[in-house]
């Protein structure tokens, strides 16, 4: 069983940046491949960004690519979204997500593949 928990959200300017933070607890961290999802007010759960275990291989929506990086430390079994130049349009709960049994360099792009969830933490953007 993974728990995670998300922190670093909260209200900026249109161009700011943030630092979103996950922590997993679990022994296994460094087995799971990691995601950060958003849902905006009124549209679907989206993904943002996913990393492989190894951290090698990243992927990121075409919306938020150049502007959001992703990344992980496996030894304190966190994972960053660190978001620059952020737009009203990136207004979103953000959720945090782990995929157990993936393959070292592998990340997963679909909602559906993920095993456990975060509660999310809010960014809203002011325009």
């Known amino acids: 069983q993974v728990q995670l928990v998300e922190s670093g959200g909260g209200l900026v300017q249109a161009g700011g940046s943030l630092r979103l933070s996950c922590a997993a607890s679990?022994?296994?961290?460094?087995?799971?491949?990691m995601g950060w999802f958003r849902r905006a007010p009124g549209k679907e759960r989206e993904l943002v960004a996913t990393i492989s275990r190894s951290g090698g291989n990243t992927y990121g929506a075409e919306s938020v690519k150049g502007r959001f990086t992703i990344s992980r430390d496996s030894a304190k079994n966190m994972v960053y979204l660190q978001m620059n130049s952020l737009k009203p349009e990136d207004t979103a709960v953000y959720y945090c997500?782990?995929?157990?049994?993936?393959?070292?360099?592998?990340?997963?792009?679909?909602?559906?593949?993920?095993?456990?969830w975060g509660q999310g933490t809010q960014v809203t953007v002011s325009s």
């Open positions: 679990g022994r296994t961290f460094s087995t799971f491949a």
């Open positions: 997500a782990a995929k157990a049994g993936t393959y070292v360099n592998s990340y997963y792009d679909a909602e559906a593949d993920y095993d456990y």
